[in-house]
């Protein structure tokens, strides 16, 4: 069993000295990052700091019925919880700062996220404060209203620099929106999720395959591994509190990441022998080609690369983990030293594509990390 010591403190004002304190004892208005239920509202504050830069704050909950469904142990923040954070960061601040109404419908372009310190991101005895500087790197007008945003954020936690995420979001009116999916659809009337059947046609995945415990968290249906290369159905949980918060007439494209990640982790353990309880994603990248539809059959496939060994991340001597846990997280430089063997870690790449009627709609490349004592 292994245990982990250490006290978070309360963060500090901000990433640099003259930059406003942040504030983390309640969320934002759930309609700023259009969400319905407010337990599934992260974002706790925005401060402006120039046109091309505003901080935002959100608080991670230590327990969540599906972001916390997880086999990890020591119990680390999902990293598309971590993503989800910066997307309500990216909404909030399109609409605070941007000019962007709440009305307008978001299309999700492109993310990615990559995770440099893990121990960080361990579930200690309080809410994790996410610290988010976000920088607007591209931005989109049209007869004088914004259209598109492109982001680059750097994620800290109590001050310490733990990864930097991507995200693209482009903007519609409401009338531009419906022409566009009508175009998309041949015409063909918008379904709503709130209509869709409870379940889709398939086996679904056993849950500990994925890393998960609750059957209502696996989205994959019949998948199959073989020499490297899986294979699954998408199963669209239209019902799930939280991937479908509230009615879509698409499929959202976190619920294909999380279809996505699903499968990189049931690929790995059959083509390398990589259980998912012992491997975290530390990054990933997504490029979204066209709209999922909600009707037609999801295939997933995904190709597993070689496991790669690297040098060990540092931990502050402050922090003090203890080896044995499903998750090994490396231990200082000067203790693994002294113990005469050095903490290396396993990292394998996995390519994954969902089609539908072999037609792209997105293309995922993740890094699932382990750490071994070498």
Do not use: W
């Amino acid at each position: 069993m292994s245990t982990t010591s250490f006290t978070r403190q309360h963060p500090p004002a901000g990433t640099q000295p003259d930059e406003p304190e942040l504030d983390y004892s309640r969320t934002v208005d759930r309609l700023l990052v259009h969400r319905d239920a407010l337990g599934e509202v992260f974002l706790t504050d925005l401060r402006r700091i120039d046109d091309d830069s505003y901080l935002a704050a959100a608080q991670l909950p230590r327990s969540h019925a599906y972001y916390g469904d997880h086999q990890l142990r020591p119990g680390a923040y999902d990293p598309l919880l971590v993503l989800e954070a910066c997307r309500q960061a990216n909404l909030g601040g399109a609409h605070r700062f941007y000019g962007v109404a709440e009305d307008d419908k978001f299309i999700l372009t492109h993310l990615g996220l990559r995770l440099t310190h893990l121990p960080a991101l361990v579930v200690g005895p309080s809410p994790c404060p996410l610290a988010m500087r976000v920088r607007v790197v591209n931005r989109k007008e049209r007869d004088g209203r914004v259209t598109g945003l492109d982001y680059e954020i750097e994620l800290s936690i109590e001050g310490t620099v733990v990864g930097t995420s991507e995200m693209g979001l482009r903007f519609k009116t409401p009338t531009d929106y419906l022409t566009l999916r009508l175009n998309n659809r041949g015409g063909r009337a918008l379904p709503s999720s709130a209509n869709f059947p409870e379940s889709t046609p398939g086996t679904p995945v056993t849950p500990h395959l994925v890393g998960r415990s609750a059957p209502e968290n696996v989205v994959l249906l019949d998948a199959v591994a073989t020499g490297g290369t899986g294979r699954a159905a998408l199963r669209i949980p239209a019902g799930h509190p939280s991937m479908f918060d509230h009615p879509q007439d698409h499929l959202p494209g976190m619920v294909i990441a999380e279809g996505a990640r699903q499968l990189a982790l049931f690929t790995a353990l059959d083509a390398r022998g990589v259980s998912a309880a012992k491997v975290f994603p530390t990054d990933l990248t997504v490029r979204f080609t066209r709209f999922g539809e909600l009707e037609d059959p999801t295939v997933l496939t995904a190709e597993a690369g070689e496991r790669v060994r690297v040098a060990p991340e540092p931990v502050e001597p402050a922090t003090s983990y203890t080896q044995g846990g499903v998750l090994e997280l490396p231990e200082p430089a000067e203790e693994s030293a002294r113990r005469g063997a050095g903490a290396a870690l396993e990292r394998l790449p996995v390519r994954v594509e969902a089609r539908q009627h072999d037609e792209l709609l997105c293309v995922m490349d993740l890094t699932l990390t382990r750490v071994s004592l070498g």
